[in-house]
């Protein structure tokens, strides 16, 4: 069952980096996603650079700028010399793939899309100047994509996190990370968890619940 597949998800803190999963098994799964995910208009105006165990330098980088977004918000958006280290993130270092999803330009319109244009449907995914204000949409399209991609992975004895404890302005990240064009949306990551986060106790109880279930799910 479905529901069995997702109660083995628990958000990795550390991944076992002497564990490394094969690439084309992580290229199956990922190509199995995208056959899977819906997308409006068949657009899937994002893209998912994905970042292999070889390359370290492009991880520090990403767990620096998450460290230094951190600190930013913490001290009222004022700029310290140094990030901390914060375990919370240890994941972006030693993770064995990170996925960064970016918003995309759509500068090949299928068959279908090319005609509606052609008469005059206007698409703002489509449009060089503007497809950054699709975020909305293309969120929401990444919470999918990444969620079909949990699934896949867990049946295959992987593990995941997430992370989106960053700045979007895609020009800081290209300081370091030249492939990223344009804002990053989410970051994911995938392993072989060594360390997993824990419900956070005081005095026996559990004191980070989420909302209850009536305050979300309204009957109207």
């Known amino acids: 069952m479905i529901e069995n597949v997702y109660k083995k998800r628990k958000h990795i803190l550390s991944f076992d980096e002497t564990i490394i999963p094969d690439k084309n098994l992580i290229n199956s799964l990922l190509k199995k996603t995208w056959k899977l995910t819906p997308s409006k208009n068949q657009f899937m105006s994002y893209t998912v650079n994905v970042i292999g165990p070889e390359h370290k330098s492009y991880k520090k980088s990403i767990y620096d700028i998450c460290t230094m977004n951190e600190s930013d918000t913490n001290n009222n958006n004022k700029i310290i010399d140094k990030p901390r280290f914060n375990e919370n993130l240890m994941c972006l270092l030693n993770a ?30 489509a449009d060089k100047d503007n497809f950054e204000k699709n975020m909305t949409t293309n969120l929401i399209e990444v919470g999918m994509f990444s969620k079909i991609l949990t699934g896949l992975c867990l049946e295959n004895n992987l593990d995941v996190s997430y992370t989106k404890c960053f700045k979007s302005d895609y020009r800081e990240w290209q300081k370091t990370m030249p492939f990223i064009r344009t804002s990053p949306l989410l970051i994911m990551t995938i392993g072989k968890g060594k360390k997993a986060k824990k419900p956070k106790t005081y005095k026996g109880e559990v004191t980070d619940l989420r909302p209850d279930f009536e305050r979300i799910v309204e009957w109207i």
């Open 96 to 125: 064995p793939y990170t996925l960064i999803f970016t918003n995309r330009y759509e500068d090949k319109p299928n068959k279908e899309q090319s005609y509606l244009i052609s008469r005059g449907v206007y698409y703002e995914a």
